[in-house]
């Protein structure tokens, strides 16, 4: 899909290769944006996106943005990682509960100060309350 002449298009849909290669942060960034203006007006690849990352949030630390994604990678397994400012890192998973835990407890441990305000929450399904994947490290 991608080439030295790539085109601006947004009426032809990405393949699972660079959807995942852009959820995990790996696609350059010229290409990230075709692909990013194509995810603006095609529903099925945004839809396709959101099936890759089932869990996908951003807490609002005192350190800036902070966020935290699942990704299911072709190979079956499951990426759990973080990133903001000063750190990035992740460790692969068979299960999403398995990954799921690995962010929650790796938060924490990060930033136990931090107590989830309004604008943490999920980043891609409003429809998911946030006092159900929000975490603090009180609870």
Known sequence: MFSAH??????VHHSGQELESYSLGRLPRCLAGFLEEHLLVCRQCRE????????NFVHYTIDGPFYSRV??????MLLARHWGRSVEGGKEF?????AKAYLVRTFVRMFPEHTCKARC????????SESALCFTAGR
């Open 6 to 11: 790539t085109q601006r298009r947004t009426d």
């Open 48 to 55: 396709r996106l959101r099936a890759i990352e089932p869990y």
């Open 71 to 76: 990704t299911k990678l072709e190979t079956g």
């Open 94 to 98: 068979r299960t999403y509960q398995g």
């Open 121 to 128: 929450g999920s980043t891609n399904s409003p429809e998911i």
